[in-house]
C-alpha cells in the first residue's frame, strides 16, 4: 500500500511517524490506520463502539474484561538470549528469566505484527518512562484494543505537544497483540501466552493475553536491567515525601500494602508502585497509578475512592449492576484482582513532578502468611540487604493467574519476577545506598499474627498506619527495643497508638511450641532461599559484601553460610576482576569490624534504642577473624540448620502450609 493510498484509507492520524521508524520498517507494519495519543474523551468513544463488554460506569470509569487472563502470567514471560547482554541477565533454575532464542522471538513479532496489521485500526501511545529528566526513556506501545490506550495514556509520562512533534525513534517498543494467541507449538513455549522481551531489538511482545498490566511490567523489566548501569536501583516501591522533604520508600510485592500506605493524606505521594533511587534521590518511573480495588470503600479510603470512580480510569474486571452500572467492589466473581488505572493527578495529594531527595526511611513490606513476623522492626543495613534480598511475603490472592489464597513466598528483592541481574547486584547497591544517604530501614508485617489465614488475624490496617506514623515521626526512634529470637529482628517494646501486644508475635499464639516451630520453620526457609545466591555470590559482589549481607540474616544462617563464603572465596581464582561498577561499590563499603555474639533462646532480648547490642546503621560488618573455621563448629553448625529444618519439615507437615516456588519446574532456563 503506497502512502497515498493508506491515506485514503485511514480514519486516524498522518501515518508517517509510524512508518518511518525503523522499528516498523523492520518488522513489517503496514496499518490500516492509525490513532496516536488520543485524549481519554477520543478512546472513550472508541472504547463504547469497537470494544465488547466495555460501559461507562455511573461514576465515569470506563470499565471493561480482559478474558480469561485477570492477573500477570509469569511462567510465560521469555527474555530473549543473546550475544552481548546474555551475560549480564540471571539465568538459571531459580531465576524469573525464561529464555527464548532470537528466531521464536520474531516469529512471536511477526505473528503480532501480521495481526495489527488486519485490525481495522491500531492505536500507538508514544511516551516517557522515567521522571529524571537524566534518566528519561522515550516508549511506544502500539496495540489495537482502546481500553489499552487509555491504560498506556494514564501510565506514561504524556509528552508536550512540541515533545510530541519531535520524539523521533523511540528507545523501546512494546506490541501489543493480546487478543492474537501465541503459537503453543513453537520452541520456548509454555501455552498460547507469551511476553518475550528483546534487549537486542528493544521491543516487548504481547500474545495471548489482555492484561493491561502486562504492558506496565514489561516496562519494568527493561528498567531493571538498564537503570543499574546508570548507578541507578529501580525498586518495586510506594514513595510518599512529608512536608520537610523526608522521603519514603515502601517497597513490597503487589497485594502488600504500597499504594494504600504511600496513600497518605498527611505526606503527598510521589508514587505508587515503582521508582528508582539515584545519585540525586528518588523518582517515579511513571504518571498513573494501577492499584486492587477489591473491597474499596469511600469511608476508609476516601482519596483512592475518588481517584478511582471519576471519568478517565479504567477499571478491570469489575462487576457492576445492569441498569445503573454502579460498581460493587466488594463482587469478586471475574477476580479479586479487580484494577484501576488512573493518572496520579486523580489523587489530590500528588506530588509533582514525581521526585524527591534521598530517602529518610526505607520500609520494607512482609505480607506474612505463617503469623511470626512482628508488626514493625528495625533493621540494620546488612539486615536491610538481607531481607530485600530474600524478599520474603506472600503473594496475595488474584495478583498471577492461580493464586487463590495468600502463599507464602520468598521473591528476591520484592520484585522476583522482573529482575534481569543476579539479586545480589541489587542488594549491594541498596546497602551502598542506605549507607551514603544515612537512610533508616524497618520491617512491616502486613500479614498476619497468631497463625496462618483462617487460624491468626490479619494485622488491621488501622495499626499498620500508626506504625508508619511513628515512624515518620521519630517515636520508634526513641523506644526501647528487643532482640527477637532465631531471626535477630530489633522489635520495639512500644509503639504510641498501637497496643503492646500487637508488636510482640508470640502473645498471639494460644500454643507456644507451634509458635517456636513456626519459627523455626521461617527461619529454615530463609537458610534454604538464601542457598540460591551463595554460588555465585562471591563472585558478583565480592567476599565483603557477602559477609555483610549474611550477617543480616538468622542466628543460625550467620555461622553456616558464612562458612560456605570463606570456602568459595578460598577456591576462588585470584585474578578474578568485577566490573568498574562493582569494584566501586566495594571501595566505598567499610572494612569489617567485630561481630556481637548472639544468644538464641525463646524470649525476646533486650536491647538499647540505639541498638547498639547489634551492628548498628553506619556500623562496621562483621570480620572474617570472628567466623567459625574448626571443625567442630561446623559440626555444630550442621546439627543446628539440621535441627532448625526438622523442625521446619514437621511444622509444614501438620499445617500444610504451602510455599510457592519461584520458578516452576521444567521449563527452559
Known sequence: MTMSQFAISRDGDDPSFLLNSAFCRDAGFEPKAVCRNLSPPKLYAKALAFEPNTQITSSGALATTTGNKTGRSPRDKRIVREPGFEDAVWWGEHSPNYEMDEGTFLMNREAAVDYLNT??????????????????????????????????????????????????????????????????YHRYMSSRTSIATSLKHR?????????????????????????????????????????????????????????????????????????????KGVFNIEAGCYAKCVNLQSESDPDMWSAVNRFGTVLENVVYDEQYHIVDYSNTTITENMRACFPITHLPNAHIPCVGGHPHNVILLSCDALGVLPAVSRLTVEQAMYHFVSGYTAKVAGTEVGVCHPEPTFSACYAGAFIMWRPMKYAALLGNKLRRAGTRAWLVNTGWLGGKPGVGQRISLQHTRTIIDAIHSGGLESAQYQQMPVLDLQVPSSCPGVPDSILQPQAHWTNHQDYNATLAQLAGMFVDNMQVFLQDGVQIVGKDIMQQILAGGPQQQKISQQQQLQMQSAAADSSYTVNDQEAAMQGRVAQPGPQHSKQLSGHMQPSTADGSHQTGLHDLAPSSSSLPDSSDDDLHVHSTVGGVRAAAKRRSESSAVAVAVAAPAGAAK
Open 119 to 184: 485490525v481495522d485500526r491500531v492505536y500507538v501511545v508514544d511516551g516517557y518512562a522515567n521522571w529524571d529528566s537524566q534518566c528519561r526513556m522515550k516508549i511506544r506501545v502500539v496495540c489495537s484494543r482502546e481500553h489499552h490506550a487509555l491504560f498506556a495514556h494514564n501510565m506514561l509520562i504524556r509528552p508536550t505537544k512540541h515533545e510530541l512533534a519531535d520524539f523521533g525513534e523511540p528507545d523501546f517498543v512494546i506490541w501489543n497483540a493480546g487478543a492474537f494467541a501465541a503459537n503453543k
Open 203 to 279: 521491543q516487548v511482545v504481547i500474545l495471548g493475553t489482555e492484561y493491561a498490566g502486562e504492558m506496565k511490567k514489561g516496562v519494568f523489566t527493561l528498567l531493571h536491567y538498564y537503570m543499574p548501569h546508570r548507578d541507578v536501583l529501580f525498586l518495586h516501591s510506594g514513595c510518599n515525601i512529608g512536608k520537610e522533604g523526608d522521603v519514603t520508600l515502601f517497597l513490597g510485592l503487589s497485594g502488600t500494602g504500597k499504594t494504600t500506605l504511600s496513600s497518605d493524606p498527611a505526606r503527598p505521594l510521589i508514587g505508587d508502585d515503582e521508582h528508582c533511587w539515584g545519585p
